[in-house]
T-cell receptor
Framework: EAGVVQSPRYKIIEKKQPVAFWCNPI?????LYWYRQNLGQGPELLIRYENEEAVDDSQLPKDRFSAERLKGVDSTLKIQPAELGDSAVYLC??????????????FGPGTRLTVL | EDQVTQSPEALRLQEGESSSLNCSYT??????LFWYRQDPGKGPEFLFTLYSAGEEKEKERLKATLTKKESFLHITAPKPEDSATYLC??????????FGPGTRLSVLP
């Protein structure tokens, strides 16, 4: 069974440019998460989707970040415009919804973003 | 504010030398505590979920335990392939989901 797929794996951009990350979750997983991980730190949850609905986006910097999950499958995370401090690894994860929405998340390999 | 701390920050062990990693948390309510393993350049890999104080779970050389304020990940007779960063995270009944900074474990042959 294929795991969580993310693309691109690496992205280098100039500051103030836009960037987008794409995630394809495990087939049948209705919960999808986007995280940001800075070097030497644990992942920080940005947004969680149940199907196509964003149920927790309290940590998403809404002035420059946006996300969508059309048809409740693939998801895209966008940053516009990017700032130097956005350099990090962006991780996508998915899970089957249970009473505990954070149980057993399956992570993709991440997209390493470098903003110059 | 919900907080998760982990210690030590880094740990070097000889192969076969057992030890424990600590995860301390401060949350208003705990629905679940999670342990993940992360290899360089990869996403975290799920290990365990613990729900209540006194609960224990085991997987190969790893055993996770939970008290009201902390969790331990015990590694028995580690092998070099156990080298990774071990992350814990807590779920505050959906109000917050927070990862700790991780412990980088190196097991030397």
């Amino acid at each position: 069974e294929a795991g969580v797929v993310q693309s691109p794996r690496y992205k280098i951009i100039e500051k103030k440019q836009p960037v987008a990350f794409w995630c394809n979750p495990i087939s049948g997983h209705n919960t999808l998460y986007w995280y940001r991980q800075n070097l030497g730190q644990g992942p920080e949850l940005l947004i969680r989707y149940e199907n196509e609905e964003a149920v927790d986006d309290s940590q998403l910097p809404k002035d420059r970040f946006s996300a969508e999950r059309l048809k409740g499958v693939d998801s895209t995370l966008k940053i516009q415009p990017a700032e130097l401090g956005d350099s990090a690894v962006y991780l996508c994860a998915s899970s089957l919804y249970t009473q505990n929405p954070y149980n057993e998340q399956f992570f993709g390999p991440g997209t390493r973003l470098t903003v110059l | 504010e919900d907080q998760v701390t982990q210690s030590p920050e880094a740990l070097r062990l000889q192969e076969g030398e057992s030890s424990s990693l600590n995860c301390s948390y401060t949350v208003s309510g705990l629905r679940g505590l999670f342990w993940y393993r992360q290899d360089p350049g990869k996403g975290p890999e799920f290990l365990f979920t613990l729900y209540s104080a006194g609960e224990e779970k085991e997987k190969e050389r790893l055993k996770a335990t939970l008290t009201k304020k902390e969790s331990f990940l015990h590694i028995t007779a580690p092998k070099p392939e156990d080298s990774a960063t071990y992350l814990c995270a807590v779920d505050n009944y959906g109000q917050n989901f927070v990862f700790g900074p991780g412990t980088r474990l190196s097991v030397l042959p």
